[in-house]
Structure formats: C-alpha cells, structure tokens
C-alpha cells in the first residue's frame, strides 16, 4: 500500500494539516478519512445524500464532512436521513460557510470528495488534484 508514503503530496500528520483539522472540527486522528462535499445543499439530492452516507459507513474509522445549512432545521433533517442512511450521527461534520479563500484552502483536508454532479470548474481541478494524492499516496 501507498498510504503513508514519503512519496505524498500532502502530509497529514504534519502541524499545519493538524491544526487545519481541528478549526474544522475534523477528528485530529490522521488514519480517519475524510469524505466530504462541501457546496450548498440545495445542489446535494436526496440519492446523492444516501449514497454518500452509504459510503462512509461502510469505511471503518470515516467521516463525512458537508456544509451546514444556514436554517437549524434543514441540519437536522439531513442529519436524520444521514442517521437512516446508515451513518452514526456523530460521523456527519458540518463545516461553516467561509469566504471563499478559507473555502478552498480547506477541501485539502477531504480525503475523496464526493461529488453531487454539480461542480463549479475550480472545485473539480482541486478535487483532481485531492484525489490523484489519495489514489497514488
């Protein structure tokens, strides 16, 4: 396996990744995976949603990591289909809405980002980018 490999682009354990996680709300725990997706809600589907709950559950030691909806009760109802999905509420983040520097800096710390089929352009070089260092690291 490639997992841990001097030869990654990113290191995760390093201090910066670290204290990255931790803002965020993401287990500090280096071995967690992070799925995430992280645009507005009303570009996530409920099938999309299901999925990727499917998803993270059935990875041992997985988070998955969406934006929080600007109304409470709009979390809380796609923090219970997450729940009937399959995914322990407690592995469901929500990340905060940021400006978009802070945003982009941030999908770093997604591990495989699920996508809902609604990706702007730079989201999907950046994923690209994300996802060529989880497959070859």
Not at 42 to 59: G, P
Not at 100 to 118: A, E, K, M, N, T
Request: aromatic fraction near 8%; charged fraction near 20%.
């Amino acid at each position: 396996s490639l997992v841990g490999s001097e030869m990654c682009i990113r290191d995760r354990s390093s201090d910066l990744m670290q204290q990255m996680r931790e803002q965020t709300q993401l287990p500090r725990d280096e071995s967690t995976v992070v799925f995430g997706n992280l645009q507005s809600i009303s570009k996530i589907s409920a099938s999309a949603l299901e999925r990727w709950c499917r998803i993270a559950a059935a990875v041992d030691n997985s988070v998955l990591w969406l934006l929080k909806p600007g109304a409470s009760s709009a979390a809380a109802r796609m923090r219970e289909r997450c729940v009937r999905s399959g995914l322990a509420s407690d592995r469901l983040i929500w990340a905060r809405a940021l400006k978009p520097d802070s945003h982009v800096l941030r999908l770093q710390l997604i591990d495989l980002y699920l996508d809902s089929g609604f990706v702007v352009v730079i989201l999907v070089l950046f994923t690209f980018l994300f996802l060529i260092d989880w497959v070859f690291c």
